[in-house]
């Protein structure tokens, strides 16, 4: 195990911990711009990857560090990825210039949100988000002049200062370079005044007012940032996806979304990315298993005889190409996340980790907390 | 002159008359104690004060200007701190993030700037944390600082949410039953630190208590408390030894 002398209050402001852990990070980006390299053919499951990044970003920072659980995130990328791309194709700006009025655009439809969302706490803030989650998804249906309604809208691909991001890797690395860049902002604002402002929100609204903090304001500004985190997102979205049409920004997106920071773990960076890897490469591993198993099954069962095998091979077939298997498989997931890992993948690898870095002396207590019942008399 | 007054405060829950015509007056640099039963009103008159309820009736006076109606987070911002009986501290974060949120009312970075952390945020990062380190030096908190609190214990989090209230560099310091849930050790070391709170850094302390051996080792002026209205108001002998006070707390 790894002790870091501090000899410096400068120590504890940096990026990272220590050299050696900057060093993982950097090997970490070399590692991801070879990739395009290694596995060529899975670029653009890869770019999905990042956008996730950015939309479990987006929501970690309002869910998990401000405490304000949001079921309309979907939405906010919808507003996005409309937006950019109307302002980009439609009105002719230039495609950076576009994504930042997308941005500022979501980020406004945030403030919208969080001004009312600001009297309201817990499930009556989510229902409220829902609703407006709802809401947009007719406004995007109905709104043809600006949306192409219900027929869609096709998406040219980004050309950025004549550079044209047409070709998979160059998209990779447009959007390897954004999720980058928001990390290092997000890291920025969470080890200021601000983050902590937001992290004392989540744990005691009561306290953080007696502190000075403008509960309001602050609350708006959490809604601001991550719903202006999620119209970037939407811009990069609407390119990978090449055609916007309302039902892409359904509800079920949104409890994507919320499962990939819950999932990811909450209260933590690493917990978005993580999460998004997950949610991103599920479907892709689901439709790799939907061609594999039933095979695989008959293969196993045939052992019993060749009818018994053809048999259980048909049903286990018959199983998987259930359309509605893949929200299922996801529901399952978050409810078993919840029950046995509600600190979710990140709180795992700490866990991993540091039976690892102190072997062979690793406590299960370590990571124990101590259950209290004193909480009857806590204010609203 | 006083640096903090409240004038015939009520307030009304329902049909529960919680205060009914309390006045006190805290002078500079002494420590003010409100003792009575539970359900006297003691916790309700902090929370009129830091503004989480609005006096139904009332005035509240704070260096010379009124803070009845101002809003809840600007109280801190007027030199106001407080803990609270059951602590509310930030459980998933360290005892130092605890502290330095202590240091919000002195926030004078910008959002914009902090996104890009720029050299004016790092060095403000580093007076804020030299003024928690000061903190951290008199509570003696060196061996938590990095700690979380979900991992600390009771006695702990109640000196560490002291020194959040210190942090904010309060003029007037509102502690709620500094000694609920702590040992005898404890409870002597926050009488140590009490009288070293007002002697020391000159911060004026009022205070909700119910043990009467650190009500009587730290406090200037006690008043009594029962139903909502004021029983007695003197020294600790005194309050104590009122035959109303002894009736409020042992009947008959």
């Given at each position: 195990m790894r002790f870091v002398f501090k000899t410096s209050y400068q120590q504890d402001l940096g990026?990272?911990?220590?050299g050696i852990q900057r060093n993982w990070y950097v090997a970490l980006l070399a590692g991801l711009m070879l990739l395009p390299l290694l596995v060529p053919a899975y670029l653009v499951d890869i770019s999905l990857v990042f956008i996730y990044g950015l939309c479990g970003l987006s929501l970690m920072v309002l869910a998990?560090?401000?405490?304000l659980v949001s079921l309309g995130h979907a939405a906010f990328l919808g507003i996005g990825a409309y937006a950019h791309v109307y302002l980009a194709?439609?009105?002719?700006?230039?495609w950076v210039v576009a994504l930042a009025l997308a941005a500022a655009v979501t980020a406004g439809a945030g403030v919208l949100v969080g001004l009312p969302a600001l009297r309201m706490t817990g499930i009556y803030l989510t229902i409220a988000t829902l609703a407006f989650a709802l809401i947009i998804q007719e406004v995007l249906t109905h709104?043809?002049?600006?949306?192409?309604?219900?027929r869609g809208k096709a998406v040219a691909r980004a050309v950025i200062f004549g550079v044209s991001f047409a070709s998979n890797e160059a998209f990779y690395f447009l959007c390897l370079a954004v999720l980058a860049a928001a990390l290092w902002l997000t890291r920025n604002v969470l080890r200021s005044p601000t983050g902590r402002a937001w992290v004392a929100i989540r744990d005691s609204e009561i306290a953080a007012q007696s502190m000075g903090v403008n509960l309001a304001a602050y609350k708006t500004m959490a809604f601001a940032y991550s719903a202006g985190m999620m119209g970037v997102a939407g811009g990069l979205f609407a390119h990978k996806i090449g055609y916007l049409a309302?039902?892409?920004?359904t509800v079920l997106l949104s409890i994507q979304f919320l499962l990939m920071v819950v999932v990811g773990g909450l209260g933590s960076l690493h917990g978005a990315v993580f999460g998004a890897v997950f949610v991103a490469m599920l479907p892709v591993a689901i439709s790799e298993a939907r061609d594999a198993v039933p095979a695989w099954a008959a293969q196993v069962f045939s052992a019993f005889g060749a009818g018994a095998g053809q048999a259980v091979g048909d049903a286990v077939d018959r199983f998987v190409k259930q359309p509605a298997l893949e929200p299922g498989v996801f529901g399952l997931i978050l409810v078993l996340f919840i029950l046995f890992?509600?600190?979710?993948i990140y709180g795992r690898w700490l866990k991993i980790r540091l039976y690892f870095s102190t072997f062979p002396l690793y406590?299960?207590?370590?990571?124990k907390r101590q259950k209290v019942y004193m909480r009857s008399e806590r204010l609203r | 002159m006083t640096l903090f007054r409240a004038e015939d405060l009520a307030i009304r829950f329902g049909g529960v008359q919680?205060?009914?015509g309390v006045t006190f007056e805290v002078e500079p640099g002494s420590v003010f104690t409100i003792i009575g039963p539970n359900g006297a009103g003691k916790t309700t008159i902090f929370n009129l004060v830091s503004r989480i309820y609005d006096a139904g009736r009332g005035r509240l006076t704070f260096r010379g200007e009124d803070?009845?109606?101002?809003?809840?987070?600007e109280i801190a911002r007027r030199g106001i701190a407080r803990t609270f009986q059951n602590i509310e501290l930030f459980?998933?974060?360290t005892v130092l993030d605890n502290l330095l949120l202590g240091r919000h009312t002195h926030r004078r970075s910008r959002f914009v700037e902090e996104l890009l952390f720029l050299p004016r945020v790092r060095a403000l990062e580093i007076e804020h944390r030299e003024a928690a380190e000061k903190v951290i030096d008199f509570l003696d908190l060196m061996p938590y600082?990095?700690?979380?609190?979900?991992?600390?214990p009771y006695g702990i989090r109640k000196v560490v949410e002291m020194g959040r209230a210190l942090c904010t560099d309060p003029a007037l310091l509102l502690l709620d039953?500094?000694?609920?849930?702590?040992?005898v050790e404890e409870t002597a070391d926050m009488a140590f630190w009490i009288k070293d709170i007002t002697g020391l850094l000159g911060i004026t302390v009022l205070m909700v208590e119910h043990d009467m051996s650190l009500v009587s080792a730290v406090s200037d002026r006690v008043l009594a408390l029962n139903y909502g209205r004021p029983l007695a108001l003197g020294t600790a002998r005194e309050v104590q030894e009122h035959p109303e006070v002894v009736r409020a707390y042992l009947g008959g």
């Amino acid at each position: 195990m790894r002790f870091v002398f501090k000899t410096s209050y400068q120590q504890d402001l940096g990026l990272f911990r220590d050299g050696i852990q900057r060093n993982w990070y950097v090997a970490l980006l070399a590692g991801l711009m070879l990739l395009p390299l290694l596995v060529p053919a899975y670029l653009v499951d890869i770019s999905l990857v990042f956008i996730y990044g950015l939309c479990g970003l987006s929501l970690m920072v309002l869910a998990g560090y401000t405490g304000l659980v949001s079921l309309g995130h979907a939405a906010f990328l919808g507003i996005g990825a409309y937006a950019h791309v109307y302002l980009a194709q439609d009105l002719g700006l230039p495609w950076v210039v576009a994504l930042a009025l997308a941005a500022a655009v979501t980020a406004g439809a945030g403030v919208l949100v969080g001004l009312p969302a600001l009297r309201m706490t817990g499930i009556y803030l989510t229902i409220a988000t829902l609703a407006f989650a709802l809401i947009i998804q007719e406004v995007l249906t109905h709104w043809e002049t600006v949306t192409g309604g219900l027929r869609g809208k096709a998406v040219a691909r980004a050309v950025i200062f004549g550079v044209s991001f047409a070709s998979n890797e160059a998209f990779y690395f447009l959007c390897l370079a954004v999720l980058a860049a928001a990390l290092w902002l997000t890291r920025n604002v969470l080890r200021s005044p601000t983050g902590r402002a937001w992290v004392a929100i989540r744990d005691s609204e009561i306290a953080a007012q007696s502190m000075g903090v403008n509960l309001a304001a602050y609350k708006t500004m959490a809604f601001a940032y991550s719903a202006g985190m999620m119209g970037v997102a939407g811009g990069l979205f609407a390119h990978k996806i090449g055609y916007l049409a309302p039902d892409i920004f359904t509800v079920l997106l949104s409890i994507q979304f919320l499962l990939m920071v819950v999932v990811g773990g909450l209260g933590s960076l690493h917990g978005a990315v993580f999460g998004a890897v997950f949610v991103a490469m599920l479907p892709v591993a689901i439709s790799e298993a939907r061609d594999a198993v039933p095979a695989w099954a008959a293969q196993v069962f045939s052992a019993f005889g060749a009818g018994a095998g053809q048999a259980v091979g048909d049903a286990v077939d018959r199983f998987v190409k259930q359309p509605a298997l893949e929200p299922g498989v996801f529901g399952l997931i978050l409810v078993l996340f919840i029950l046995f890992e509600p600190r979710g993948i990140y709180g795992r690898w700490l866990k991993i980790r540091l039976y690892f870095s102190t072997f062979p002396l690793y406590k299960v207590a370590t990571f124990k907390r101590q259950k209290v019942y004193m909480r009857s008399e806590r204010l609203r | 002159m006083t640096l903090f007054r409240a004038e015939d405060l009520a307030i009304r829950f329902g049909g529960v008359q919680a205060l009914d015509g309390v006045t006190f007056e805290v002078e500079p640099g002494s420590v003010f104690t409100i003792i009575g039963p539970n359900g006297a009103g003691k916790t309700t008159i902090f929370n009129l004060v830091s503004r989480i309820y609005d006096a139904g009736r009332g005035r509240l006076t704070f260096r010379g200007e009124d803070i009845t109606h101002v809003p809840a987070h600007e109280i801190a911002r007027r030199g106001i701190a407080r803990t609270f009986q059951n602590i509310e501290l930030f459980e998933h974060a360290t005892v130092l993030d605890n502290l330095l949120l202590g240091r919000h009312t002195h926030r004078r970075s910008r959002f914009v700037e902090e996104l890009l952390f720029l050299p004016r945020v790092r060095a403000l990062e580093i007076e804020h944390r030299e003024a928690a380190e000061k903190v951290i030096d008199f509570l003696d908190l060196m061996p938590y600082r990095e700690s979380l609190i979900a991992n600390l214990p009771y006695g702990i989090r109640k000196v560490v949410e002291m020194g959040r209230a210190l942090c904010t560099d309060p003029a007037l310091l509102l502690l709620d039953e500094p000694s609920s849930g702590l040992s005898v050790e404890e409870t002597a070391d926050m009488a140590f630190w009490i009288k070293d709170i007002t002697g020391l850094l000159g911060i004026t302390v009022l205070m909700v208590e119910h043990d009467m051996s650190l009500v009587s080792a730290v406090s200037d002026r006690v008043l009594a408390l029962n139903y909502g209205r004021p029983l007695a108001l003197g020294t600790a002998r005194e309050v104590q030894e009122h035959p109303e006070v002894v009736r409020a707390y042992l009947g008959g």
